[in-house]
């Protein structure tokens, strides 16, 4: 029953350095959803995919890129880190039906861009 | 774009005494979420609420789709309960991507 899992859980890494931050989901969801949390803010969304295959630009997509080759990963990469991008990262999956059945979201992914 | 207020930003109260967490939204929803999120932690999902009241144990959610608020009652509250509680606003259609605009959390300490 492992729901949303997201590696790592820490990451520290030096500007420019890229790095590929892995959701995984055993619900068999449609929709998966990546955010990004920083402080006196609300989550913001980064990129969003509504199946296998498809992939959308959210709120804040600028500096990262996702892939969802098969339905229960959604990753979000970045291509050469900046300090702004220091945020907690949290992934998160929807049913299609999600006005029924809501969200389920990770543990999030801490990352410092130093 | 809806905009999702929560209050207060940061609530210190005595363990047993009753809380209360407040979230308005300015849009009309398909549903509102209350989100629960412990230091270091994950995010975990407490309501999904379009109308009335729900109750889960020591946790209580109310909303008021006519005044387009809804709130957040915690009894009995125990230390175990400091976390930052996020409201979401969820709208299908027309909205986001997700349909989900978050307010900024409160975070609440429950003191033994």
């Known amino acids: 029953n492992a729901g949303v899992t997201q590696t790592p859980k820490f990451r520290v890494l030096k500007t420019g350095q890229s790095m590929t931050l892995l959701c995984a989901q055993d619900?068999?969801?449609?929709?998966m959803y990546w955010y990004r949390q920083d402080p006196g803010m609300g989550l913001r969304l980064i990129h969003y995919s509504v199946g296998e295959g498809t992939t959308a630009k959210g709120e804040v997509p600028d500096g990262y890129n996702v892939s969802r080759l098969k339905k229960q990963n959604f990753l979000l990469g970045l291509e050469s880190a900046a300090p702004s991008q220091t945020s907690v990262y949290f992934c998160a999956s929807s049913p299609r039906d999600r006005a029924n059945y809501g969200y389920t979201f990770g543990s999030g992914t801490r990352l410092t861009v130093v | 774009k809806n905009e999702v207020e929560q209050s207060p930003q940061n609530l210190t109260a005595q363990e047993g005494e009753f809380i209360t967490i407040n979230c308005s939204y300015s849009?009309?929803?398909?549903?509102l979420h209350w989100l629960q999120q412990h230091p270091g932690g994950g995010i975990v999902s407490l309501f999904m609420l379009s109308s009335g009241k729900k109750k889960h144990g020591r946790l209580i959610a109310t909303i008021n789709i006519q005044e387009k608020h809804s709130s957040l009652h915690i009894t009995a509250s125990h230390p175990r309960d400091s976390a930052v509680y996020i409201c979401a606003a969820a709208t299908f259609s027309g909205g986001g991507a997700d349909g989900l605009t978050f307010g900024k959390g409160t975070h609440l300490i429950i003191q033994p």
């Open positions: 619900m068999n969801h449609e929709y």
């Open positions: 849009v009309g929803i398909s549903a």
